[in-house]
């Protein structure tokens, strides 16, 4: 709650010093253009270079107002990004843990069967997997702002990975077939096996919840060349070309939070984007075809 406050606190003290800056800015244009009529008016035969000096002036002025403007409104934007991060992270928490709790509690106080009492377990168990999932994504997005942070790269089977991060996504999503997956095997990738596992997860995740219910997810994997190509095709809603240059971005996400149904904190395809840059590979957002999107990673030289 102290972190709402904070946040809608310093929104309102940016909105202030945004009026009290577009204040100044016309007060000093006034003071400008009425000194410059006194010299005008009191030193006739100056009037040549007070005008040149202050078109110069204005000139530099008005540069200077229009890049503290973009500063203010980007410091905006972004104070308003993390207010949407905590009401995404919040909602988030809670959503699982009240379901934790709430299955505990029926099992605790109700003489239920070993059968259901296995589907209970099971659930929550699902649901701490998924707030395990989040912390591990905040942890991951605040280690990779540091530009020193060096993810440790080893050798291992990107096939089985996929493989493994798909049966237990399978798991949770849909019980009819929902992930196609074309996956050549033995495929082996030199990087950071747990960021990658985050990118392939975030990936896959990310387009099951914008499809419909039960619809196809094509994950693909396949050597080129020297390069391995990584993709996830959806059938979703898809992504206007407007957006998919934004959909990187930390904490962004399209919508109002307040009203958005699809689950997320906006650090996603922050986390993926951030990973593939640090392991000099490489990713595009093109339309499905008849509807969705599919995002294709190349890891360049990475083949073996």
């Not at 509690?105 to 239920?112: A, F, G, N, S, V």
């Not at 596992?197 to 060349?225: D, F, H, Q, R």
């Not at 996400?253 to 590979?281: C, P």
């Amino acid at each position: 709650m102290q972190g709402y406050l904070s946040i809608f606190v310093e929104i309102a003290y940016m909105k202030r010093a945004l009026f009290w800056f577009y204040l100044l800015a016309f007060y000093a244009l006034c003071q400008l253009i009425g000194w410059g009529y006194m010299f005008v008016k009191y030193v006739p035969d100056r009037k040549g270079m007070v005008i040149g000096e202050g078109l110069i002036f204005l000139a530099i002025f008005t540069l200077a107002v229009i890049k503290l403007k973009k500063h203010f409104e980007r410091e905006r934007y972004y104070r308003q990004q993390q207010q949407n991060f905590l009401l995404a992270v919040t909602h988030e928490l809670k959503s699982p843990l009240a379901s934790v709790k709430l299955y505990l509690q029926t099992i605790l106080k109700r003489d239920l069967d070993r059968e259901q009492q296995q589907v209970f377990l099971g659930n929550s168990l699902k649901d701490i997997e998924r707030l395990d999932y989040l912390v591990e994504n905040v942890l991951l997005a605040t280690k990779l702002e540091n530009r020193s942070f060096n993810l440790p790269k080893e050798d291992f089977n990107l096939s089985e990975l996929v493989l493994d991060i798909l049966d237990r996504l399978q798991k949770n999503a849909c019980k009819t077939e929902i992930l196609k997956p074309n996956i050549e095997e033995g495929l082996v990738l030199h990087a950071d096996k747990f960021a990658i596992t985050n990118v392939v997860t975030n990936l896959v995740e990310n387009a099951i919840k914008y499809s419909p219910p039960c619809a196809n997810v094509e994950v693909n994997l396949y050597k080129k060349g020297e390069n391995l190509i990584f993709s996830v095709a959806d059938h979703g809603i898809g992504i206007p070309d407007e957006e998919k240059r934004l959909i990187f971005n930390k904490f962004y996400r399209i919508g109002n939070e307040s009203t958005r149904k699809t689950k997320g904190t906006g650090l996603g395809l922050y986390i993926v984007k951030s990973v593939l840059q640090k392991h000099n590979a490489s990713i595009t957002v093109k339309d499905n075809k008849p509807s969705g999107s599919v995002f294709e990673v190349t890891f360049e030289n990475y083949a073996k």
